[in-house]
């Protein structure tokens, strides 16, 4: 999933999916992102708190200005508190939740439930039929 600016979903113009994503020469925060450890990116343009194969934010720079966070879930080990906090810090940034071409408020129970019906959740829940699930396709 991304996070988006708030202003980008207010805008009263249409806004293709790689628009929408840019934070342009918004001023972000990054240094409050204090409840994950900083980790080292694989390059200078990306600032990246925990590892990116756990529940993770990723700041992808242009131009030394933030042009995108992004940010995943782990739902093998993500807890309700780390869900929360990553919640409020979007909320602090004015921000909202871009998943699947869609808009969502960074809410609780609204995320929760986003994320029951997600593909992840359902290999988590059971490998065997997700994979013969898809299979069938």
Same mark, same amino acid.
């Given at each position: 999933?991304?996070?988006?600016?708030?202003?980008?979903? %207010? #805008?009263?113009?249409?806004?293709?999916?790689? +628009?929408?994503?840019? $934070?342009? &020469? @918004?001023? *972000?925060?990054?240094?409050?992102? %204090?409840?994950?450890?900083? @980790?080292?990116? $694989?390059?200078?343009?990306?600032?990246?708190?925990? &590892?990116? %194969?756990?529940?993770? /934010?990723?700041?992808?720079?242009? +131009?030394?200005?933030?042009?995108?966070?992004?940010?995943?879930?782990?739902?093998?080990?993500?807890?309700?508190?780390?869900?929360?906090? *990553?919640?409020?810090?979007? &909320?602090?940034? %004015?921000?909202?939740?871009?998943?699947? +071409?869609? *808009?969502?408020?960074?809410?609780?129970?609204? *995320?929760?439930?986003?994320? &029951?019906?997600?593909? #992840?959740?359902?290999?988590?829940?059971?490998?065997?039929?997700?994979?013969?699930? /898809?299979?069938?396709?």
């Amino acid at each position: 999933m991304t996070i988006i600016p708030k202003k980008n979903v %207010d #805008a009263d113009i249409h806004l293709d999916s790689e +628009n929408i994503l840019s $934070w342009g &020469k @918004q001023s *972000i925060s990054v240094e409050k992102v %204090d409840f994950l450890e900083k @980790q080292t990116s $694989w390059t200078t343009d990306i600032v990246q708190y925990r &590892k990116d %194969d756990e529940t993770c /934010i990723q700041f992808f720079y242009e +131009n030394d200005l933030v042009e995108e966070v992004s940010c995943r879930l782990d739902l093998r080990s993500l807890s309700k508190e780390m869900l929360r906090k *990553i919640l409020d810090y979007t &909320k602090e940034m %004015d921000g909202m939740i871009f998943y699947k +071409n869609k *808009i969502y408020p960074p809410n609780m129970e609204e *995320i929760i439930e986003l994320m &029951k019906r997600s593909n #992840a959740n359902k290999f988590c829940q059971n490998p065997r039929n997700y994979y013969e699930e /898809i299979s069938n396709k």
